[in-house]
């Protein structure tokens, strides 16, 4: 059963020059220290789609960021390079035995991502 969809886009350029404070705010610590590695436009690219992917989960969940922040949302990679979404327990509990399906994507200025919520909450 289809419990939520959610899509959205960034413009990668959001994140040139923004500062490390606001973007530990937005990021968990697996993401800032990736992100830290990392320089121009590919920081950009990658700082943007995991912000368009936590934005797409909580359009998904269907309440916005109403009881979690976006640090407590964390897209990660598995062995073959598939991005999946990891959580705090407090938004487990938000998601309960709901599957949760995530893809992003980079194209020139933008990136994108959709999260699909499959199951029972």
């Known amino acids: 059963m289809l419990r939520g969809l959610g899509v959205d886009i960034v ?41 368009a992917a936590k934005e797409a989960f909580a359009k998904a969940l269907g309440t916005g960021f109403v009881g979690f922040a976006p640090h407590e949302v964390s897209l990660e990679e598995d062995a073959s390079g598939q991005p999946r979404l990891v959580f705090s327990r407090r938004v487990e509990e938000l998601v309960g035995r709901s599957c949760v399906h995530v893809s992003i994507a980079h194209e020139h200025d933008y990136s994108v991502a959709v999260v699909v919520l499959d199951g029972e909450k």
């Open 11 to 51: 413009g990668n350029k959001r994140f040139e020059g923004l500062s490390d404070h606001v973007i530990q705010r937005i990021m968990s610590q697996a993401e800032w220290d990736e992100a830290s590695a990392l320089q121009g436009q590919r920081r950009c690219e990658f700082l943007a789609s995991r912000f």
